[in-house]
């Protein structure tokens, strides 16, 4: 199967990258789950996909989405993470990832995934990365208040995108957190594969997946987001390193 959907766009700019954009599982496969929970969080960034396709049509940008679902084997983190073919999520057990070969499914999926990356960086020579996720509001098995930020800036060592982009975000008016509601310090694993490790600027979006849950929503952040990531891209050509 293609395990990563690839949208062309002007090199040398932004990449955008949507881990987490599909819920789909391969032939082959059974987690042992209902479907309807493919629907939820934890098979799929909820909205994600949308608002990375509407960025690259706005921004005219090269994107890629992957094709499979994160409960299959989660493309946005390391090869030896406990959680890259999770058995557990959020309180649900996907009793099909139970004894499953997982040098198989690296083979199968994970090593396509991060080579078709590197190929579209090796061929555009961006100036940004930029990965975009989704959060749930609360986790089902949290025990405490919702979740209070609207956006996310993840980061990890690298600042220089994340220290342009929670200032331009923060004018909007809008509830930003910096490292939240995850650390990029922890779980930052596709930019630092990519960005980091080639000296390619970048930062991860975490939007809060009920305010892009339907059109209307993704074309508002898409509004909101598109003039901020072509500031930060404008500012960064100066100084960015490129792929090599």
């Known amino acids: 199967m293609t395990v990563a959907r690839i949208l062309e766009g002007e090199p040398g700019g932004i990449l955008l990258i949507c881990d987490h954009a599909s819920n789909a599982v391969p ?3 059974d987690l042992g789950v209902a479907p309807a929970l493919l629907d939820k969080h934890i098979g799929v ?10 960025l690259a049509e706005t921004l005219g940008a090269p994107a890629i989405l992957a094709t499979v679902s994160r409960l299959v084997i989660d493309l946005h983190r390391q090869p030896d993470h406990p959680g890259l073919i999770p058995t557990l999520s959020d309180g649900h057990a996907i009793p099909g990832n139970e004894g499953v070969d997982r040098f198989e499914r690296i083979a199968f999926l994970y090593g396509p995934y991060h080579r078709a990356i590197e190929a579209r960086i090796r061929a555009i020579r961006p100036t940004l990365l930029v990965s975009i996720h989704s959060f749930t509001p609360q986790l089902e098995t949290a025990v405490g208040p919702m979740r209070p930020w ?9 600042r220089r ?8 975000l923060a004018a909007q008016g809008l509830v930003v957190g910096d490292n939240e509601p995850y650390s990029g310090r922890v779980l930052n694993a596709t930019l630092n594969r990519h960005g980091e490790a080639r000296g390619i600027a970048s930062i991860a979006i975490e939007i809060r997946n009920d305010l892009i849950a339907d059109g209307e929503g ?6 909101i987001l598109a003039p901020i990531l072509s500031d930060i891209r404008n ?3 100066p100084e960015g390193l490129l792929a090599t």
């Open 235 to 237: 500012r960064l050509a």
């Open 150 to 158: 609207e956006i996310g800036i993840l980061s990890n060592r690298d």
């Open 27 to 29: 032939s082959g496969i």
């Open 161 to 168: 995108a994340a220290d342009l982009a929670l200032p331009l």
């Open 218 to 223: 993704v074309w508002r952040w898409n509004d």
């Open 45 to 54: 960034d909820i909205g994600a996909a949308p608002l990375t396709e509407a």
